[in-house]
């Protein structure tokens, strides 16, 4: 019986070419587009840390046309649309980032100071007494909890959450006393608030311009 003849070696090393070629070209195009959308990544972050935000925000969109759930590329344009005065696009793209990130509390702040922009204050105050509930020791939390209140509830509510805020000493303890304290009239006592603000922190604007909004 004659059986049949193994292939030459060199056939055998073009079947396996052809076999491996697809998969190495897959491979390689993974590392291509992996490799690109971080070089655009650091490109943005530079232009970002610089403060030339309108080259960060093009570079930013290049790489969420690249991977459109990049975490920092939806954060970082978020802050971006925000800052220019674009809500609703900044709340898209926070919302995109607390599905990616849901315990990121940052972007969650944001988001809820976008909706206070709004006017949605109990919606944005529902969200902070959440997040205040998980997180009691969050500061800038308590500080815009605080700037949320509009009647005698909001402000009991408010007083619990500073009860409950361990580190007295700080600034967004300070501020947030301070904002306590003006909304039920208490001026010196406000007053004396913000000066403990500024102390903790010589660059406190915010503890500076209601000083000076006290004394206009």
């Known amino acids: 019986h004659r059986f049949p003849r193994s292939p030459s070696p060199p056939l055998m090393a073009r079947i396996l070419l052809t076999l491996l070629l697809p998969v190495l070209l ?4 993974g590392c291509s587009a992996e490799d690109k959308r971080q070089k655009t990544l650091d490109r943005a972050a530079e232009h970002f840390r610089k403060g030339d935000f309108e080259k960060a925000r093009l570079e930013y969109q290049n790489v969420l046309q690249l991977a459109p759930d990049d975490l920092v590329a939806n954060e970082r344009l978020a802050q971006i649309w925000a800052d220019r005065g674009a809500t609703f696009r900044a709340l898209s793209l926070y919302s995109r980032v607390r599905k990616l990130s849901p315990n990121n509390r940052d972007a969650q702040l944001a988001q809820i100071r976008l909706i206070l922009q709004l006017g949605g204050v109990r919606e944005a105050r529902q969200e902070l007494r959440a997040l205040l509930g998980r997180q009691p020791d969050f500061g800038a939390a308590l500080v815009v909890l605080t700037e949320a209140v ?37 001026r010196e006592k406000a007053v004396a ?5 500024v102390a903790i922190d010589q660059k406190a604007v915010e503890a500076r311009a209601q000083l000076a909004s006290l004394y206009a």
Request: proline letters at 0%; glycine letters at 4%.
């Open 26 to 29: 897959a491979l390689s195009a």
């Open 193 to 197: 608030s913000l000066r403990r603000a």
């Open 150 to 186: 509009r009647d005698a509830a909001d402000w009991r509510a408010a007083d619990e959450a500073l009860k409950r805020f361990q580190d007295r000493g700080s600034l967004q303890f300070q501020l947030a006393t301070a904002n306590q304290q003006r909304f039920i009239g208490e």
